[in-house]
């Protein structure tokens, strides 16, 4: 274990909905430093993308840290804090290569459901 | 003759590909929409960036991406209203991509900001888009407010 961090896994309406539970492997890193901010869409280190059917794109990244941060709602991805996504990517970068996310039961409404690391 | 029909086959699987593929998000697409600046400094280039890419709207990075440049573009640019317009007279389909995408992955005060610009300064002409864009600002905010789908 290398840290614990606070995770949302809370869509808008009308998406292709949360993160089953379920093995999410590991596809790519994208990250988007044009627009790289705590308070944006994906936060400031970008998007782990992961091999979720359906969705070309879904993954883990932060973002919105001033209205909510992780529960903040999003449209299929996983929504963590910029400490999470920083360690996943040092972590990546410096030989222990990031594989993917274990996506538990959903949780009701204002509970954090996730847990990082490896 | 044998050398006209090989042609003629491999026209026809040409256009059998293309037809394929063109309502599909390949890679090739998804890598060229993901690594492109995901800020339009105008509807005209968030309307080329749909054309080509819409197929890759399914969800996830590239769609909240396009939720955050819509928002951008009526909360930051308001003026710009009328070149939404003209889109959106021009193409219904993306008229109502860019209602899709005033949702609750934005911010709400950016949203508030919309809100006050389609009620307070909403060109006459443009009333319509106005009282739409209204409504989905309303039921984006209800959904930020609502727990957990």
Known sequence: MVGTFPAGNNTVRNSIGPFPSGDYPFAYYLPHSDIANPNGPYGLNGIFVLQRPGCAGCGVHSGRANSGGPAHKTLGCIRSTDDATSLIKNLNQNGDPFEGVLVGPNTPVGTIPSLFGN | ?149
Not at chain 2, 1 to 7: D, G, K, L, N, T
Not at chain 2, 9 to 33: N, P
Not at chain 2, 71 to 97: C, E, G, I, N, T
């Open chain 2, 1 to 149: 003759m044998a050398r006209s029909v090989c042609w003629t086959a491999i026209f026809l699987i040409g256009l059998t590909w293309s037809s394929w593929t063109e309502g599909r998000c390949t890679k090739t697409d998804l890598a060229q929409v993901e690594n492109s600046r995901l800020t339009f400094e105008n509807w005209s280039s968030l309307y080329r960036s749909y054309s080509a890419f819409r197929q890759c709207d399914s969800g996830g990075d590239v769609s909240e991406g396009y939720s955050e440049a819509v928002v951008r573009l009526l909360s930051d640019h308001w003026s710009m209203l009328d070149q939404f317009l003209m889109y959106a007279k021009k193409s219904r389909s993306f008229k109502a991509f860019v209602l899709r995408h005033i949702d609750a992955t934005t911010e709400e005060s950016d949203l508030n900001t919309i809100a006050h610009h389609a009620a307070a300064e909403c060109p006459r002409h443009a009333h319509q888009l106005c009282l739409e864009i209204d409504v989905q600002v309303t039921a984006a905010l209800k959904d930020a407010r609502a727990g957990s789908q």
